[in-house]
C-alpha cells in the first residue's frame, strides 16, 4: 500500500501562486489515478483536480479551471498540484489520494483508496 505526503501549503495573498506535492512511497506515480480534494472549514471535502494513471487525462473543478494544473514530475515520485491566481475561497486543508484499481480519473472521493494527511492553504484577501 502507497504512502502519501502532502507538503507546500501556507499563507499567500489573493492573486498569488502555491505548488502543493503529494510526494509517493514508491516510485510508481504512474500506476495509480490520483486525485486533489480540499476541504474547507464546516465544509464537506471536495473534488479539485484528477490524474488519470499514465498521466494522459486530468480533469478540474469548475471553480479551479484554468487556475490549477496537476501533473507528474519526471522522477515519477510526486504529483504535484500547481495553483495561480489563488482566491480568499480556495483558503482549505488539501489532501492527495490514490486509487489502486481503474486506468480514468475519478472525481468521487469514495473512489479513492488511501489519501495523505492534509496541507492547509490560507488565502488572505
Known amino acids: 500500500q502507497v504512502q502519501l505526503v502532502e507538503s507546500g501549503g501556507g499563507l499567500v495573498q489573493a492573486g498569488d501562486s502555491l505548488r502543493l506535492s503529494c510526494t509517493f512511497s514508491e516510485h510508481t506515480t504512474r500506476r495509480y489515478p490520483t486525485g486533489w480534494f480540499r476541504q474547507a472549514p464546516g465544509k464537506g471535502r471536495e473534488f479539485v483536480a484528477g490524474?488519470?494513471?499514465?498521466?494522459?487525462?486530468?480533469a478540474y473543478a469548475d471553480s479551479v479551471k484554468g487556475r490549477f494544473t496537476v501533473f507528474r514530475d519526471s522522477f515519477e515520485t510526486t504529483v504535484l498540484l500547481q495553483m495561480d491566481s489563488l482566491k480568499a475561497e480556495d483558503t482549505a486543508v488539501y489532501y492527495c489520494a490514490v486509487r489502486y484499481s481503474g486506468t480514468d480519473y475519478y472525481s468521487n472521493e469514495d473512489d479513492y483508496d488511501t489519501w495523505g494527511q492534509g496541507t492547509q492553504v490560507t488565502v488572505s484577501s
Open positions: 490524474l488519470s494513471r499514465g498521466g494522459d487525462l486530468t
